[in-house]
């Protein structure tokens, strides 16, 4: 019997996501750790970040028009309760960490630039005292972010590997999804 499929979107939004909040956790390691490269490194990771905040958006609303596959019904309480403790913490991170940048770079003055001249409005008044907090805020809840990223990682090539039950091919298949029975697969 087929493992149930996240739908199409869902798998191609989970993967494009994953690929860019790696790419933007390595950006924001990179412009810590390189002063020559950090202005061209900065101006990747602030329109990068914004779009990660708007697909989280669009992921939220696509898992409520497109719910997840059912885990195994032989899964452990245990395991049931992590898997989805860390969805909401993932999701949770997504939002937050660009929503703590902007507000980080609107409390220090400086400009969210998407592209060009296209820039978004400050989203809390300037302060240099929140300025440093939301700093701090930031780089905490990026690296909780990763933290979890990795247990996700983790869990899913458990799932894969180890338990062979059918979850890390719901997401990671090629294939469509099977229909339940009055749903279109």
């Known amino acids: 019997m087929d493992t149930p499929r996240f739908a199409l979107f869902s798998r191609l939004l989970h993967w494009l996501m994953a690929l860019m909040i790696l790419a933007m956790l390595f950006i924001g390691i990179g412009m810590v750790a390189s002063l020559a490269d950090y202005h061209w490194l900065l101006s990747i990771h602030r329109p990068l970040g914004i779009a990660i905040l708007a697909l989280v958006a669009v992921r939220l609303v696509n898992r409520q028009l497109n719910p997840p596959p059912p885990l195994p019904a032989d899964m452990p309480p245990v395991l049931r309760f992590a898997a989805h403790a860390s969805h909401v913490a993932l999701y949770a991170l997504m939002l ?25 409005p400050p989203i809390v008044p300037q302060d240099v005292m929140l300025y440093a907090w939301l700093r701090a805020a930031h780089t905490a809840l990026a690296l909780a972010l990763f933290a979890t990223f990795l247990l996700h990682l983790a869990a899913a090539l ?27 697969g």
């Open 96 to 120: 937050a960490v660009p929503l703590v940048g902007w507000a980080m770079l609107s409390a220090g003055r400086l400009p969210v630039v998407l592209y060009g001249g296209l820039e978004l």
């Open 158 to 184: 458990m799932h894969g590997l180890v338990f062979r039950d059918g979850v890390f091919a719901s997401m990671a298949s090629l294939r469509a999804r099977r229909g339940t029975p009055g749903r279109p």
